[in-house]
């Protein structure tokens, strides 16, 4: 409301949550403090480190060429901005929350995104906002799992009773990303990706939630979409290509194929980072 910059937002979020624990939850001013600096700590380090590594590889795939593979293998598939951010951003990302989970899915998906033609701020913002999907269950369903601990309750019942909401929150975000992205119009045109994408994504999650365990629900689930929606583009695709303003122009057809080999050690560096 105020359009203040991100730190000036963050200092007075933190701020007010301090304001809150102490004057009225009642947390002593010496734990809410301890509380502050573990929260900053673990942002620092196992988020920090996750970002710094995955810029670190975005460079270096720009001075070796992996990223120029990368972003053909990817518009080889479509060259439309918004089947792309279904497919890396919400799809990829989904399995990258649940193998890794804290800033891996944001910083992962956001660097393809950039190699395929968005702006930078652009795509970390879409990145954002798919991550709304799968963020409940987290890495291995550490929130889940971590809630049930704390609370004693059964993490099998807080499992199930996530998984019976949040489909319906998948079978939105996909579509409130795009809108977001490329305005209602944009949406109308590639409708049909959006509901494959949300609707497996969100179908193997209830599956996942309810009668397997919170463990591998977006995992599960990421691979279920990002099958799909593969597989939908060889029955359906947009009758016209959409693409971020200022980003370079790109043929409606489908660049040349490239052998596997090169695709595979371009991308090879990124599935290190999520399984580590």
């Not at 190699?115 to 291995?140: D, M």
Request: glycine fraction near 10%; hydrophobic fraction near 60%; charge should be positive.
């Amino acid at each position: 409301f105020f359009h203040a910059s991100g730190r000036v937002a963050a200092v007075a979020g933190l701020a007010t949550a301090r304001v809150i624990a102490v004057a009225v939850v009642g947390m002593p001013a010496d734990a809410a403090l301890a509380a502050a600096l573990h929260g900053a700590a673990f942002g620092l380090v196992p988020i920090g480190w996750i970002i710094v590594a995955a810029m670190f590889l975005y460079r270096l795939s720009v001075e070796a060429g992996a990223l120029g593979i990368m972003k053909r293998s990817v518009t080889r598939l479509s060259a439309d901005h918004r089947l792309q951010a279904l497919l890396i951003a919400f799809s990829f990302g989904a399995f990258l929350e649940g193998a890794a989970g804290f800033g891996a899915p944001v910083a992962i998906s956001a660097a393809p995104l950039v190699g395929a033609g968005f702006p930078a701020v652009e795509a970390a913002c879409v990145a954002l906002l798919a991550n709304t999907a799968p963020v409940a269950f987290g890495a291995l369903g550490t929130p889940i799992v971590t809630l049930a601990k704390v609370t004693g309750l059964d993490e099998q019942a807080i499992s199930s009773l996530a998984g019976r909401q949040l489909p319906f929150f998948s079978l939105l975000v996909p579509a409130w990303m795009v809108a977001a992205m490329a305005g209602w119009r944009g949406l109308v045109g590639v409708w049909p990706a959006v509901l494959v994408c949300g609707a497996s994504f969100a179908a193997v999650q209830f599956a996942m939630a309810n009668f397997v365990g919170p463990a591998l629900v977006d995992v599960v689930g990421g691979v279920a979409s990002l099958v799909a929606r593969a597989a939908g583009l060889r029955v359906w695709r947009p009758g016209d290509i959409w693409r971020h303003a200022g980003a370079s122009p790109q043929a409606r057809r489908a660049p040349a194929a490239m052998p596997l080999r090169a695709v595979a050690w371009a991308w090879t560096p990124w599935a290190f980072l999520s399984a580590a």
